[in-house]
């Protein structure tokens, strides 16, 4: 079988508090495949975002070791983990995060060009996106002027901007009402799995889940099927 393209094992995270040390990830095996979609579903406070920013390479982990297409990150640079974020992974999170003073189209062309794109291919490629998740006309708005739900497709646009091969995902559409909630994610999942990439989304909403080729949840700090 061949090296998964993003594998989390035995890992282990601890959070000091003024109580001592809070093991939250007690040794956690998780792998995700090429284009395949996991849906993480568990209690509040038992370490999804944890793990996310675990295979983000946006935190390192106390213990074990996180691979991404079969290479150890915990022996690289700062560096080499930030290209690898840049190129390889894309992140949605439950509140939007885009830059409130830039506009849509600049919100997904800006990690482009911090990937060393053009800004006339990333501006395109920006449209492309836009047009994709039926946002033609609103290019030049700045977050504050769309509505919810255009937030969160603009911020998925974003995530997807620079060809990431996995999508992390928290809460994505956490935010949102049921209605927009089920429409937005119809939409990321389209993208996710037209484009072949591989995603874990964190969320609390069993219908979303079970539209998802796996789910697993956390248990004790450790992850087993649901
Ligand atoms: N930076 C931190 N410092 C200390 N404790 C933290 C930190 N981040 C998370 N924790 C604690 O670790 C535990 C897991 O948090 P985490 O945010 O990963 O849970 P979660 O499952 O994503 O929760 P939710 O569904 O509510 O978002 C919680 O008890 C939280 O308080």
Do not use: C
Request: glycine share 12%; aromatic share 4%; net charge neutral.
């Amino acid at each position: 079988m061949s090296e998964p393209l993003l594998r989390l094992a035995a890992v282990e995270r601890r959070y000091k508090s003024e109580a001592g040390e809070l093991p939250v990830l007690r040794g956690a095996d998780l792998t995700l495949a090429a284009g395949e979609i996991v849906a993480l579903v568990a209690p509040s406070g038992t370490g999804k975002s944890t793990l996310l920013h675990l295979a983000g390479l946006l935190e390192k982990p106390d213990g074990g070791e996180v691979f991404v297409g079969g290479k150890g990150a915990g022996t690289l640079s700062d560096d080499a983990r930030t290209g690898i974020r840049r190129t390889t992974i894309g992140f949605v999170y439950q509140f939007h995060h885009l830059l409130p003073e830039f506009t849509a189209e600049e919100n997904i062309a800006l990690p482009q060009m911090a990937a060393g794109v053009s800004r006339r291919d990333a501006n395109a490629r920006a449209h492309e996106l836009l047009a994709a998740f039926g946002l033609t006309g609103r290019e030049t708005h700045r977050p504050g002027k769309l509505s919810g739900g255009e937030q969160q497709r603009v911020a998925i646009a974003r995530a997807l901007a620079n060809r990431p091969r996995i999508l992390l995902a928290d809460e994505p559409t956490g935010n949102l009402d049921v209605g927009t909630s089920d429409r937005v994610f119809a939409e990321l999942l389209e993208q996710v799995r037209g484009h072949g990439v591989a995603a874990l989304v964190a969320t609390h909403n069993p219908d979303l889940a079970r539209r998802m080729d796996r789910i697993v949840t956390l248990q004790d700090g450790r992850i087993i099927p649901a």
